[in-house]
């Protein structure tokens, strides 16, 4: 059974910039799309961005031109590069594969 564990987040102000890893463990991503998703306190969860298994990345409009997913198979590993974030940013993000979620890493940011 996979198991995913993201790391990288943090307290940053606003127009920094923070990459998020998510590491697979039990599994690798290789053949497999990936999604990472955010939930804000109070809100439902979000889709963010989807890298199908061929690598195509897809965003919310929200996070265009400023979040980059890329993933490395061969490390098992999947990034989020997030640039120019702003308060609304703030969440728990989380990825997930296969029906499995991480248990996600807070992202805070202070205008």
């Known amino acids: 059974q996979v198991q995913l564990l993201e790391s990288g987040g943090g307290l940053v102000q606003a127009g920094a910039s923070l990459r998020l890893s998510c590491s697979a463990s039990?599994?690798?991503?290789?053949?497999?799309?990936v999604t990472w998703h955010r939930r804000a306190s109070g809100k439902e969860r979000e889709l963010v961005a989807v890298s199908t298994k061929s690598g195509q990345t897809y965003y919310t409009n929200s996070v265009k031109g400023r979040f980059t997913f890329s993933r490395d198979d061969a490390q098992g590993t999947v990034y989020l590069e997030m640039t120019s974030l702003n308060p609304e940013d703030t969440a728990m993000y989380c990825c997930?594969?296969?029906?499995?979620w991480g248990t996600g890493t807070q992202v805070a940011v202070s205008s």
């Open positions: 039990g599994r690798t991503f290789s053949g497999y799309p």
């Open positions: 997930n594969m296969d029906q499995s």
